[in-house]
């Protein structure tokens, strides 16, 4: 886990994980501005990975994320040609540009939503591949790319106070307490 904030690093400390580390990102990468590309060169090059090894980015702004998504990903890059992997959710909606016309479908054809197969959308929540090709690319991404399905609701991320209220309703129908 990567931060600057010694409340978050105590917090997430005090869960008890063995697991669970945290790195102390520098300054220049505790910005509103930093990328989160040069928050993970930063850790890769501190800790000294071997370049096979798989990295897993993981954003906490993607709380419904569960370990069987992790580890079905993780399978589906075993059985398939790809270099890295990204999470996606289906969208089923009908997107427009600032110049009035459609982006992903005829509206004079305009089909049903149920017939519609939609399109993945990048939800966030995480990112697979490995410290070579990060290290190599300077992205999280590279290489022959694939898509890992998640369900719609995982669309959601936290990054505005009203994404909480959604958020933890979401939490209470999909995950186990």
Same mark, same amino acid.
Not at 21 to 33: I, L
Not at 81 to 91: A, K, M, V, W, Y
């Given at each position: ?6 409340? %978050? ?33 930063? =850790? ?50 009908? &997107? ?8 992903? =479908? ?19 929540? &995480? ?25 719609? =609701? ?10 909480? %209220? ?7 129908? =999909?995950?186990?307490?």
């Amino acid at each position: 886990m990567s931060t600057d904030s010694d409340q %978050i690093s105590e917090t997430v400390l005090g869960f008890g994980l063995p697991r669970v580390q945290v790195y102390r990102r520098s300054e220049d990468n505790a910005q509103d501005t930093s990328s989160t590309e040069s928050t993970m060169l930063e =850790y890769l090059s501190a800790v000294e990975l071997p370049v096979d090894t798989r990295f897993i980015l993981v954003q906490c702004t993607s709380p419904l994320t569960k370990s069987r998504h992790f580890r079905e990903a993780l399978e589906l890059m075993d059985d398939r040609p790809i270099d890295s992997l990204l999470s996606c959710c289906r969208t089923k909606r009908f &997107f427009w540009n600032e110049d009035g016309q459609p982006i992903n =479908y005829d509206f004079r054809n305009r089909p049903r939503r149920q017939d519609f197969d939609g399109y993945l959308m990048e939800n966030g929540a &995480f990112y697979i591949s490995t410290v070579g090709d990060i290290i190599a690319n300077h992205n999280r991404l590279s290489g022959r790319i694939g898509t890992y399905e998640m369900p719609e =609701y995982t669309g959601l991320e936290i990054d505005e106070p009203h994404d909480w %209220i959604v958020g933890e309703e979401l939490m209470k129908k =999909y995950t186990d307490t």
